[in-house]
């Protein structure tokens, strides 16, 4: 994030940074917290920057970000025109479910109880915010994320459990409604999220979504050896400003078929 923000601004962009809601030590900020599709707080932050610019803004969400960022492409639809640019989306966890049975294997347990360990402890600062909605009970004995998201998540924002939070909160149940320009970075050997999600329908019939698929990368670990060190910076900023250029010679074009006046 840090790195395509810098470049983004070098290349000329107005950049903003956005925590999720309790990220980023944001903890004792909000009542709340996140969640895997909150997209309210996403929409209002964008609207506020088209709003004072009077441009469309495009949005890059990494890993969670991304899911984020997509579904909010897909929920607007039709009114995502003239607000979203674009949205690009590296390392995606597109169906929460199926990267859930993937952060459960063996290879990722590592990956599995780090992430374990910030999950609680955000929710230890959520309960002293509000007990009832963030409750502590049993938290240490909680081995993986399925059973932290059934046990407190999907409480916590009115889902039934883990599985009624991973079904409609995936964004590739929206993808079908994006009309936005969406480019998916993701590689083939990403150890969290599998490539299957990416070759469905809802992602291929879209003519408004590109997958640029790469055999490496990992999670979020597009490195080059040579400059820019951060691959994946360097594509994004292309996309977007390819956009841009056939955004200006769409309106130049129409500027010039107007009949004059006499």
Not at 129 to 141: T, Y
Not at 170 to 199: G, N, Y
Not at 207 to 232: C, E, K
Request: net charge positive.
């Amino acid at each position: 994030m840090k790195s395509l923000a810098s470049a983004a601004l070098h290349a000329g962009f107005s950049t903003h940074r956005m925590n999720l809601r309790s990220c980023g030590g944001t903890e004792s900020l909000c009542r709340t917290a996140y969640h895997s599709g909150l997209t309210a707080d996403l929409e209002g932050i964008v609207r506020e920057l088209a709003a004072v610019t009077g441009r469309p803004v495009f949005l890059a969400g990494f890993s969670l970000g991304g899911n984020v960022a997509l579904k909010l492409a897909g929920e607007l639809g039709e009114r995502a025109r003239g607000l979203i640019a674009g949205v690009c989306g590296v390392s995606t966890p597109i169906d929460l479910a199926v990267c859930v049975r993937r952060m459960e294997e063996l290879r990722n347990r590592l990956y599995e109880v780090r992430f374990l360990r910030s999950l609680r402890r955000r929710m230890r600062v959520k309960y002293q915010c509000d007990p009832a909605r963030f409750p502590l009970d049993g938290i240490d004995r909680v081995r993986s994320v399925r059973e932290f998201d059934d046990r407190f998540t999907a409480p916590a924002f009115g889902f039934r459990d883990a599985a009624e939070y991973y079904e409609t909160q995936s964004s590739i149940r929206f993808l079908d409604r994006v009309r936005v320009p969406v480019l998916l970075i993701q590689a083939k050997d990403d150890p969290v999220v599998p490539f299957e999600p990416f070759t469905r329908s809802a992602v291929r019939a879209n003519p408004n979504i590109q997958l640029l698929a790469t055999d490496y990368g990992g999670h979020v670990g597009f490195l080059s050896r040579g400059q820019p060190r951060f691959w994946s910076d360097a594509v994004i900023l292309n996309w977007m400003q390819t956009l841009l250029r056939e955004t200006r010679e769409t309106i130049g074009n129409q500027q010039t078929r107007v009949p004059r006046r006499h």
